[in-house]
């Protein structure tokens, strides 16, 4: 309890959104008759692909794209049933888990990756 009334004081106070947390793009992956729909929000990314098990973890398969210049990278996957493990590389350089999915599981290098379960 203590940690989440640090961690919202801190990030309430410090008058930017943190990298990957905008409220009003959802909350994780969006399953949609077109795909899956992945959304990042970072500011100040110059680049974010998203790398998982469905593209065994490719820093190039799958560039996201920010179309309204806002920080809000997106992209739609035709991904089949099935569970897949994700996260979002930032900059080619920064390995981040979806902030906006709590579904997770360990990485094996001491981390986490987001987990998606297409039905």
């Given at each position: 309890m203590l940690l989440a009334?640090?961690?919202s004081t801190v990030v309430a106070g410090c008058g930017t959104p943190m990298p990957g947390m905008d409220p009003s793009l959802?909350?994780?992956?969006?399953?949609?008759?077109?795909?899956v729909l992945f959304?990042?929000?970072d500011?100040?990314?110059s680049r974010v692909n998203i790398v998982g098990d469905f593209n065994n973890w490719?820093?190039?398969?799958d560039p996201m794209?920010?179309?309204e210049g806002d920080g809000?990278?997106?992209?739609r996957l035709p991904l089949g049933p099935g569970r897949y493990e994700y996260k979002f590389l930032v900059d080619g350089t920064k390995w981040i888990p979806d902030p906006a999915n709590q579904d997770t599981a360990g990485d094996g290098f001491g981390g986490l990756n987001s987990i998606v379960i297409v039905e």
């Amino acid at each position: 309890m203590l940690l989440a009334v640090l961690a919202s004081t801190v990030v309430a106070g410090c008058g930017t959104p943190m990298p990957g947390m905008d409220p009003s793009l959802g909350s994780g992956p969006e399953v949609t008759e077109g795909g899956v729909l992945f959304t990042y929000y970072d500011t100040k990314a110059s680049r974010v692909n998203i790398v998982g098990d469905f593209n065994n973890w490719s820093m190039t398969a799958d560039p996201m794209y920010d179309r309204e210049g806002d920080g809000g990278w997106t992209i739609r996957l035709p991904l089949g049933p099935g569970r897949y493990e994700y996260k979002f590389l930032v900059d080619g350089t920064k390995w981040i888990p979806d902030p906006a999915n709590q579904d997770t599981a360990g990485d094996g290098f001491g981390g986490l990756n987001s987990i998606v379960i297409v039905e």
